[in-house]
């Protein structure tokens, strides 16, 4: 009889072992790949694609000098903006000039595609993440070099 309980209570708890088992590996596969969505969204004044959570995706104007803003406004509400998507501001051959503030905490490799004219990236001597050296992106430690412009004059 005693043997009989013992092996009912080692059933059991190799039941519990599986049971908690395949609840982990549950939450291993799902739980990290859980992707939240942000609503993209366009600026009222048309110049920007960017997300709810302050990602700027698209830069849609052509103007020689592009100032990033810190904060976008669409259908009336106003959102502050932190990061650049890959290829946010690209593909275009009138921009000379792009000017970084303090705000910019994050900006993906590959944010500056393909702009045929540029001439200097500027950066707020206030952002804690990034700087320039006449012109040309680095991070703030100067370690990193981010983007070089394609169309910078060298003086030498």
């Not at 190799?14 to 609503?39: C, D, H, K, M």
């Not at 694609?49 to 104007?61: E, N, S």
């Not at 990061?83 to 009138?94: C, M």
């Amino acid at each position: 009889m005693k043997m009989k309980s013992m092996f009912k209570k080692i059933k059991y708890a190799a039941f519990a072992l599986i049971i908690f088992a395949v609840a982990v590996s549950i939450n291993l596969v799902f739980g990290p790949n859980t992707a939240y969505a942000s609503t993209e969204l366009t600026s009222d004044d048309g110049l920007w694609k960017f997300t709810d959570d302050g990602v700027i995706m698209q830069y849609l104007g052509n103007e020689a000098v592009i100032t990033l803003p810190d904060q976008l406004t669409a259908n009336g509400v106003s959102y502050h903006i932190s990061k650049l998507h890959w290829g946010a501001i690209g593909w275009n051959k009138t921009t000379t000039e792009i000017n970084i503030g303090p705000n910019i905490v994050d900006i993906e490799p590959g944010s500056f595609k393909q702009l045929e004219s540029l001439k200097r990236i500027n950066v707020s001597p206030e952002n804690e993440k990034y700087c320039d050296i006449n012109g040309i992106l680095y991070n703030k430690e100067k370690t990193f070099l981010i983007r070089y412009p394609q169309k910078m004059i060298l003086g030498f």
